[in-house]
């Protein structure tokens, strides 16, 4: 068994309204020196495979299909 990491995150220069409500929000509740905020995903998947070149293939192809916009976002895979 493998288990992997997705981190989906949005890329630069994409607005990030999500972002920019938990900036404020941070800022009203007092926490002082919070700069840019950036929201993104995080996907722990488990695969039965024990292949790490072929499950990391097969978590592309997820990210590419379904998990990420590859439009507008970007993704990192970690494997354990």
């Known amino acids: 068994m493998?288990?992997?990491?997705?981190?989906v995150t949005l890329k630069n220069g994409?607005?990030?309204?999500?972002?920019?409500?938990i900036e404020?929000?941070?800022?009203?509740?007092?926490?002082q020196g919070v700069g840019?905020?950036?929201q993104g995903k995080v996907f722990d998947i488990e695969l039965d495979d024990t292949d790490r070149a072929a499950a990391e293939a097969s978590l592309r192809?997820?990210?590419e299909r379904l998990l990420a916009n590859t439009v507008?976002?970007?993704?990192?895979?970690?494997?354990d």
């Open 2 to 7: 493998i288990k992997a990491r997705v981190t």
């Open 14 to 21: 994409v607005l990030d309204p999500q972002g920019k409500a």
């Open 24 to 31: 404020g929000a941070l800022a009203s509740l007092g926490f």
């Open 36 to 38: 840019h905020v950036r």
């Open 61 to 63: 192809d997820m990210c």
């Open 72 to 79: 507008i976002e970007n993704y990192t895979i970690a494997l």
